[in-house]
């Protein structure tokens, strides 16, 4: 079966980007809409989101496509303790994205770990029950499935635009990685955000 991760549409950015939970601009819904109907062709199982607001705007249409019921999960939702301040958010993801999980702080690799793994128990899952798997959630989670997927330790081993969908297949075994950050089905204008996961925006 396949997992295919979709990263959330444009978000609006926040008061002097210190909203870290914004809902999506206007072609952040456009490019939602466009990765629906991307999606509503194939037999999903489950549909599972970042309980985020920008993840859960994206997953809309998508759920609305599909007849799906969304299921919200922490673990597939932003790497940043949500009690870190602003300032240091700003000052670490240009380092963060820059490196590799094994020079990461470990609350950093329990979180990689963790997303990963839930990916992996979500995606059998949906084998079991005979369909695929979406799940709309952010930069760097898509970025540790790839990784993991590649056998690459880098925090941002492809960049991803907003609303890419990046198809992977699992079994028992692991990741194989299909097609990573795919844009095919946005048109040219829609396309954005790939290599950047803004404070409170990835």
Known sequence: MTIYLVRHGLAMAGVEDLDLDP???????????????????LRVARLVVSPLRRTRETAIPIAQRLALEPEFRDEVAEVFDPRMEADARRAMIGPFMAGRWPEQPEALRAWRQ???????????????????????????????AIGEAMGDDRVVPVPLANCSITSIEVGHAGFTLLEAGATSHLEARLITGAGSATMGRQ
Do not use: W
């Open 114 to 144: 963790r997303a990963i793994d839930t990916i992996l128990e979500l995606g059998l899952a949906a084998a079991a029950a005979d369909g695929d798997l979406v799940v709309v959630s952010h930069y760097i989670a898509i970025c540790a």
């Open 23 to 41: 809902g999506l601009a206007d072609p952040g819904h456009e490019q939602a809409r466009a990765t629906a109907d991307a999606l509503r062709q």
